[in-house]
């Protein structure tokens, strides 16, 4: 059962971060500025690779990871307009 959680895991992961993506550009669409998007990637995967590492885990599991909810996180956030 174990197994059968952690194989499953990648693919739930990858599909919420792909339904929250496609919901932050459509709600987004209209507004102008842009986000953190390259931000949150980069700190998304030094996080999830350093995760990993703590964890024993697999590490180009972790950078995946990482980069897809680094990327979510700052499709969600916005910078202010500079006047």
Same mark, same amino acid.
């Given at each position: 059962?174990?197994?059968?959680?952690?194989?499953?895991?990648?693919?739930?992961?990858?599909?919420?971060?792909?339904?929250?993506?496609?919901?932050?550009?459509?709600?987004?669409?209209?507004?102008?500025?842009?986000?953190?998007?390259?931000?949150?990637? %980069? *700190? +998304?995967?030094? =996080? $999830?690779?350093? !995760?990993?590492? @703590?964890?024993?885990? /697999?590490? %180009? *599991? +972790?950078?995946? =990871? $990482?980069?897809? !909810?680094?990327? @979510?996180?700052?499709? /969600?956030?916005?910078?202010?307009?500079?006047?």
């Amino acid at each position: 059962m174990r197994e059968l959680m952690l194989n499953c895991l990648p693919f739930a992961a990858i599909a919420v971060c792909a339904v929250i993506l496609t919901f932050s550009v459509i709600r987004q669409a209209g507004r102008p500025g842009e986000g953190f998007m390259a931000e949150g990637m %980069a *700190i +998304g995967m030094c =996080f $999830g690779v350093s !995760l990993a590492a @703590a964890l024993h885990g /697999r590490i %180009a *599991i +972790g950078a995946s =990871f $990482g980069l897809l !909810l680094g990327e @979510a996180i700052g499709l /969600r956030s916005r910078k202010e307009e500079k006047k």
